[in-house]
């Protein structure tokens, strides 16, 4: 049984669909030198007749335009929040699925990222940060930037209420 239909009925929310756009300049920024590169290498290795044309370049291309334009989708697509009285459920990846739970009780703070990429499409990451040393930070990206500024200001709503 797929995991994501083990979810689909715990109401996950999905991150912004605008974040297949983060993701896909992201990965062009990553494609776009070992096309280069690899445009380069098949220059050579055709000048000296070791390979034909296309060789490289093909196969690399077709990689690429699966990288670059359609991973980005599964990507978002495989990014689900849940949000309860007392912690947040993530679960993320393709071939790994990470599935972190967060008590509000163990956040000690909370951050909210937005890098040159989201700001230019409007998201942000909420950071959570807590005591411990292995996985004590959770990252949710994708997420709209009043939806984060919501989030933050719940989760410090719950903390405060917490200890008192």
Do not use: C
């Not at 699925?97 to 967060?102: A, L, P, Y």
């Not at 959570?128 to 009043?146: D, Y």
């Amino acid at each position: 049984m797929d995991i994501g239909d083990q979810n689909a009925g715990q109401d996950f929310t999905p991150v912004s669909r605008r974040y297949v756009w983060v993701i896909m300049v992201r990965s062009l920024i990553f494609a776009i030198p070992l096309l280069i590169g690899a445009g380069v290498l098949e220059y050579k290795l055709v000048a000296e007749d070791w390979i034909s044309s296309g060789t490289i370049l093909v196969p690399m291309g077709f990689f690429m335009v699966l990288f670059a334009f359609l991973r980005p989708f599964r990507v978002q697509m495989r990014i689900g929040y849940r949000m309860n009285a007392d912690n947040i459920r993530i679960e993320r990846g393709n071939l790994w699925r990470v599935d972190t739970i967060m008590p509000f009780s163990r956040v000690q703070h909370i951050d909210i990222f937005e890098g040159s990429l989201e700001r230019l499409f409007g998201l942000s990451t909420l950071v959570m940060h807590s005591a411990g040393s292995h996985n004590s930070t959770v990252h949710l990206p994708g997420l709209p930037r009043a939806d984060a500024e919501a989030m933050r200001e719940h989760i410090r709503a719950e903390i405060r209420q917490d200890s008192m």
